[in-house]
Nanobody
């Protein structure tokens, strides 16, 4: 299993970025996926998740600003981030969601993550 994130960078507040996660080594379309972020000194935070049927779940902190999507033909997960704020600065990881049914019922805060990528840094300043 390999997950390779890209698309991070430095952006001004109010700006946009699009993150990508290229997946390989497993049947991408058969798994729920997510984006997770972690800032220095802060706990890991699930940002958004997408189930195999395309149903998405977002954290309250990004709802309305971030959009998660996937292209199963390209085995790629995307995160469109708009209206970025300094508090969005973090390392962003894509990860497999091990309990998508629980996430759909209880929110992304209940997510249990499996395989992880190496991350891509997002800095809003």
């Amino acid at each position: 299993v390999q997950l390779v994130e890209s698309g991070g960078g430095l952006v001004q507040p109010g700006g946009s970025l699009r993150l990508s996660c290229a997946a390989s080594g497993f049947t991408f379309s058969g798994y729920a996926m997510s984006w997770v972020r972690q800032a220095p000194g802060k706990e890991r935070e699930g940002v958004a998740a997408i189930d195999t049927d395309g149903t998405t779940t977002y954290s309250d902190s990004v709802k309305g600003r971030f959009t998660l999507s996937k292209d199963s033909d390209k085995n790629t997960l995307y995160l469109q981030m708009n209206t970025l704020k300094p508090e969005d600065s973090a390392m962003y990881y894509c990860a497999v969601v091990k309990n998508p049914t629980r996430v759909r019922a209880a929110g992304i805060g209940s997510a249990d993550f499996g395989y992880w990528g190496q991350g891509t840094q997002v800095t809003v300043s």
